[in-house]
């Protein structure tokens, strides 16, 4: 069983930052990739950033610049760094890893984080 946990969400003024963090933790030997989704109101859950277990890393077009994404693999940790935050940014977000267990490689969720960006 795997399970990962999100931190770090809140209300934030546009203009601001946030971080948001996930740590996985459970029965598995490797995490791979480990990515960031969101999914606002009324909207299909997309792909906000990724990064590789060996650093590469990818971009939405509509955060690249504004979002920073990070990871320890020593500490199956992945951090979501948030500045420049916009109201449009407001979701729920969702940290995602592949790992690869006994029986091959399988993909876990966490059970996401509210980030609300209002004045």
């Known amino acids: 069983q795997v399970q990962l946990v999100e931190s770090g969400g809140g209300l934030v003024q546009p203009g601001g930052s946030l971080r948001l963090s996930c740590v996985a933790s459970?029965?598995?030997?490797?995490?791979?990739?480990m990515d960031w989704y969101r999914q606002a109101p009324g909207k299909e859950r997309e792909s906000v950033a990724g990064?590789?277990?060996?650093?590469?890393?990818n971009y939405a077009d509509s955060v690249k610049g504004r979002f920073t994404i990070s990871r320890d693999n020593a500490k199956n940790t992945v951090w979501l760094q948030m500045n420049s935050l916009k109201p449009e940014d407001t979701a729920v977000y969702y940290c995602?890893?592949?790992?690869?267990?006994?029986?091959?490689?399988?993909?876990?969720w966490g059970q996401g984080t509210q980030v609300t960006v209002s004045s």
């Open positions: 995602h890893a592949r790992l690869i267990g006994a029986t091959g490689p399988f993909g876990s």
């Open positions: 990064i590789t277990d060996g650093g590469s890393t």
């Open positions: 459970g029965r598995f030997f490797v995490v791979d990739t």
